[in-house]
């Protein structure tokens, strides 16, 4: 067991960098799609735009000041992982020998999977009325979402969010590579729910060998309507459930030009445009 000034001195060699990688991984990933959305075509952005609301320059400030708390907890927890590795709690093999490419990749879909899962059950257990207000109503803020809001989270839900990766290797060995791969999936598919713009091919969420993907369609109706669609990579927790928006596809489908858009009339009520 190291000493105490041995902790204190490991914390402030360790914890920079971790925090410095979890600062990265968000600002790359979400200020890249807002590069993205920029340079694309601006014709292309409109028709793919999923709501007629747009975020305001406040939405996007309170996105990132939550973001950077998340980026604090979430270091603070991968700094806990370091300790959990180096007491032998947690194993993390570095390197990846060719003849473990098999068991790495199996690891691999078993922790998106099993992610998948946590998140499902975690984020519905959030919108309980009684937890709601405590863990996730500052993410709901983002009626909107921006890119920026992937990590908008309240302190509690931060936590939630950050447990997943200790619980899991408390069973499961992983390769340092699989741990990477893992947690760029992540930030990478959740600045794309975010994204306000349809990012995926027409003809994606009804396909039958694509369609179990979400698509930011999926996740932007979870922010607009503040219900449906808990999920996170997949749809199948959601349909297995019956929490799938019952115009998922039909919405997506409007988006990508796969079908007709709404064309709002007088009262408020939607008809689709010709
Ligand atoms: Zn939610
Ligand atoms: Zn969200």
């Known amino acids: 067991m190291p000493c105490l000034t041995g902790l204190v001195a490991d914390f402030m060699s360790s914890f920079p960098k971790i925090l410095a990688i979890d600062a990265a991984r968000y600002a790359i990933a979400a200020g890249g799609l807002v590069l993205v959305l920029r340079l694309v075509p601006a014709g292309w952005v409109a028709a793919r735009r999923l709501q007629s609301r747009l975020a305001s320059r406040a939405d996007r400030a309170r996105e990132i000041g939550y973001s950077l708390l998340t980026v604090v907890i979430f270091a603070l927890n991968g700094y806990g992982v370091h300790l959990g590795v180096q007491s032998g709690l947690f194993t993390i093999w570095p390197g990846l020998p060719t003849s473990e490419l098999v068991q790495a990749a199996a690891t691999l879909a078993l922790i998106v999977v099993a992610h998948d899962a946590y998140f499902y059950w975690t984020h519905r257990a959030m919108h309980h009325p009684r937890l709601f207000r405590f863990f996730h109503r500052t ?3 983002s009626h909107t979402p921006t890119p920026w809001a992937a990590y908008a989270f309240d302190w509690p839900e931060a936590v939630v ?3 997943f990766l200790p619980l899991f290797l408390l069973f499961v060995p992983v390769h340092a590579l699989v741990l990477f791969v893992f947690l760029l999936h992540m ?3 959740n600045v794309m729910g975010h ?3 349809e990012l995926h091919a027409r003809g994606w969420a ?3 060998w694509l369609g179990w993907m ?3 369609t999926h996740h932007d109706l979870h922010h607009a309507t503040g219900r449906w669609n808990y999920g996170f990579y997949f749809r199948w ?3 297995l459930m019956g929490t799938e928006h019952p115009d998922y ?3 997506f489908d409007r988006a990508t030009g796969g079908a007709p858009k709404m064309m709002e009339v007088r009262d408020g009520t939607q008809i689709e445009k010709a």
């Open 249 to 251: 596809v039909r919405t």
């Open 139 to 141: 993410h709901h803020r």
């Open 214 to 216: 979400n698509t930011t």
């Open 161 to 163: 969010q950050a447990v």
């Open 195 to 197: 994204a306000g713009v």
């Open 237 to 239: 927790w959601d349909r």
């Open 187 to 189: 930030i990478v598919r």
């Open 206 to 208: 009804g396909s039958r």
